[in-house]
């Protein structure tokens, strides 16, 4: 690719930041340009983060009709899964699972709902309600 | 400290090539990418992350910093840590040794990315040149200027958990014998990235290269390919 024709097209997901991309100069030296990004890369970044951004919103209609419970929000939020929530928090998957619902969240203890808070970068008071 | 912070392409070939032309050798990002080999391809669409089959296009991590041992004879020592507090008291004390460390970061816990780009990824690489009251001074080789990351942040990102968990590891050369790049090294690591490229397995190099757009060619038109990632 020749310096003059790497894409400049604006990636919004690089948040204004440009990337390194290698391409020929005048010379024909390969060289680093800074590119602000491809459009298709765009695309399929705002696919992913867009998936996860669905999940926590279905999350947070689950706690509102009381179906589930805050950690659930909170996990999609985080973009986490149960497997990666339960490796952060120490519990196992199983107990992360029971405690997504409301009832097995209301059983934490408070020790328990601050390893789920460190985990997760909130407060406790936080994980308790809907932000 | 002066840093000559470089951009790169990716973040361990430039890491080690930023490091190693802050020891002094003239180094690239290109040329450490190419002396350890490190360009690869595989598809392996039994290994599923997050719903997606993975396909891989570089070597392990850490490949690129080992790969230095036999073109320059660099050593490099690896420390990880049980405890946040035992790695930033670790990092502390080689920074105040005057030294330039890298590390083995989670990406979404690191504030200065674009929130986008925040993914649960475990193995991305950055260099830490210094310590500002609170804050690192961090030449993150994916972004074009040097950056900064509060103590926290950083410590939660070297500590992330999950798969390839970073446990806080550290690197930094112990000793580099050789100061100057052989052309006998350059053409055995081509030698050896051409075997890597060419094995005889269906996944692997050019073969899995096809392998992986034949079916890509077969997948059904519109976004009925589409896949929510599992839950």
């Not at chain 2, 490091?19 to 990002?29: I, T, W």
């Not at chain 2, 002396?35 to 992350?49: D, T």
């Not at chain 2, 920074?95 to 990406?107: F, K």
């Amino acid at each position: 690719m020749e310096a003059d024709n790497v894409p400049q097209e604006g990636n919004a997901t690089l948040g204004g930041q440009r990337k390194a991309v290698y391409a020929r100069d005048a010379n024909g030296k390969l060289v680093i340009v800074p590119s602000r990004g491809w459009e298709v890369e765009e695309i399929v970044t705002r696919q992913a983060v867009d998936a996860m951004a669905e999940q926590a919103q279905a999350a947070r209609a689950r706690v509102l009709a009381g179906l589930a419970s805050p950690l659930e929000y909170w996990m999609h939020a985080r973009r986490m899964d149960v497997a990666l929530l339960a490796q952060s928090s120490g519990f196992w998957q199983w107990r992360v699972r029971r405690h997504l619902g409301p009832h097995g969240f209301a059983r934490l203890s408070a020790s328990q709902l601050g390893r789920y808070a460190q985990a997760l970068g909130v407060s406790t008071a936080e994980l308790r309600k809907l932000p | 400290m002066n840093f000559d912070h470089r951009h790169a392409a990716h973040c361990e070939s430039g890491v080690v090539a930023n490091l190693l032309r802050h020891h002094g050798l003239e180094m690239s990002e290109s040329l450490a990418f190419g002396l350890a080999s490190a360009l690869s391809f595989a598809y392996l669409p039994f290994i599923k992350v997050s719903g997606q089959p993975v396909v891989a296009y570089r070597a392990l991590p850490r490949a690129i910093i080992r790969g230095m041992k036999a073109p320059l004879d660099a050593h490099f020592r690896f420390e990880s840590f049980r405890s946040e507090a035992a790695g930033q008291a670790r990092l502390d004390a080689l920074l105040a040794e005057g030294r330039v460390v890298g590390l083995q970061t989670s990406v979404y816990w690191l504030p200065y990315f674009p929130p986008d780009m925040r993914f649960h990824f475990n193995v991305h690489n950055l260099l830490v040149y210094g310590k500002d009251g609170d804050d690192y001074l961090i030449s993150d080789p994916v972004f074009e200027h040097p950056v900064r990351c509060a103590s926290a942040d950083l410590a939660r990102a070297r500590f992330a958990k999950g798969v390839l968990a970073p446990k806080g590891l550290l690197y930094y050369p112990q000793r580099i014998e050789r100061q100057s790049v052989q052309p006998a090294a350059v053409r055995q690591a081509i030698a050896r990235n051409c075997r890597h490229m060419l094995a005889p397995v269906p996944i692997a190099g050019v073969r899995g290269m096809r392998f992986l757009a034949s079916r890509l060619e077969r997948l059904p038109a519109g976004a009925g390919h589409v896949r929510r990632p599992a839950d």
